[in-house]
């Protein structure tokens, strides 16, 4: 597609998740996800897994690794397949 004269189209995606998080010992969570990706314009159906361990460093804050099983991506305008693998993930709260 052109920058200077882009063609927008509309595109149904829809990302269904199934998340669970498990406090399994004192400063440990368990993160399992149950991915599903639908677009019905293309017709295309993919689904996986995520998984992540994270370690609390204190009341509001927590870091973790995980392993994303899936070739997409939870940004559903990120159509390249290549989000397979690690990654690190930081949260905060206040």
Do not use: C
């Not at 399992?32 to 019905?40: A, F």
């Not at 995520?50 to 559903?76: E, P, W």
């Not at 989000?83 to 709260?93: A, C, L, W």
């Amino acid at each position: 597609m052109e920058r200077d004269n882009p063609e927008f189209f509309d595109s149904a995606a829809s990302l269904y998740v199934l998340r669970a998080d498990w406090h399994f010992v004192n400063k440990w969570d368990l993160l399992i996800e149950g991915r599903l990706l639908d677009l019905p314009d293309a017709g295309d159906r993919k689904s996986g897994a995520l998984l992540a361990l994270y370690r609390q460093m204190g009341r509001n804050f927590k870091a973790g690794i995980g392993y994303n099983f899936t070739d997409f991506s939870d940004d559903l305008t990120d159509l390249d397949y290549d989000s397979q693998g690690v990654f690190i993930n930081m949260v905060g709260k206040f």
